[in-house]
């Protein structure tokens, strides 16, 4: 039986959202001004630690997360809907297949197999 502070941990996923969003800004003042090339992209990180660290159960929940994050940064930036909406998508389901590849790909005893992993 569940308890009542099930629903609530699983909403914790979530905040995972805010160190998404504060790397992106950070990662936007980095951004080249005269190409507004970005040369540091941060939030990724933040996304397969947080799902790494998070039961699989709840991934869908930082899937919605960081997509929404992604959406907020890119609409920001970029200026168009449809640009906004498809860096989104590539942003949160390659965060999602990264840390689904280095969970499939590691070792449960860590190591060197780890670092492959994490390279794949």
């Given at each position: 039986?569940?308890?009542p502070?099930?629903?609530?941990?699983?909403?914790?996923?979530?905040?995972?959202?805010?160190?998404?969003?504060?790397?992106g800004?950070?990662?936007?003042?980095?951004?080249?001004?005269?190409?507004?090339?970005?040369?540091?992209?941060?939030?990724?990180?933040?996304?397969?630690?947080?799902?790494?660290?998070?039961?699989?159960?709840?991934w869908?929940?930082?899937?919605?997360?960081?997509?929404?994050?992604?959406?907020?940064?890119?609409?920001?930036?970029r200026?168009?809907?449809?640009?906004?909406?498809?860096?989104?998508?590539?942003?949160?389901?390659?965060?999602?297949?990264?840390?689904?590849t280095?969970?499939?790909?590691?070792?449960?005893?860590?190591?060197?197999?780890?670092?492959a992993?994490?390279?794949?």
């Amino acid at each position: 039986m569940a308890t009542p502070r099930a629903p609530r941990r699983n909403l914790y996923c979530l905040l995972w959202a805010i160190p998404y969003l504060l790397c992106g800004v950070f990662s936007r003042l980095l951004n080249d001004p005269v190409s507004h090339a970005v040369f540091v992209w941060l939030p990724p990180g933040v996304a397969v630690g947080a799902y790494l660290l998070t039961q699989r159960r709840n991934w869908p929940l930082l899937l919605a997360a960081f997509f929404c994050a992604q959406l907020v940064l890119t609409s920001f930036t970029r200026g168009q809907p449809a640009t906004a909406l498809v860096f989104a998508i590539a942003a949160s389901l390659s965060s999602l297949l990264a840390a689904w590849t280095v969970q499939r790909l590691a070792p449960r005893e860590g190591g060197v197999g780890l670092v492959a992993a994490l390279l794949a």
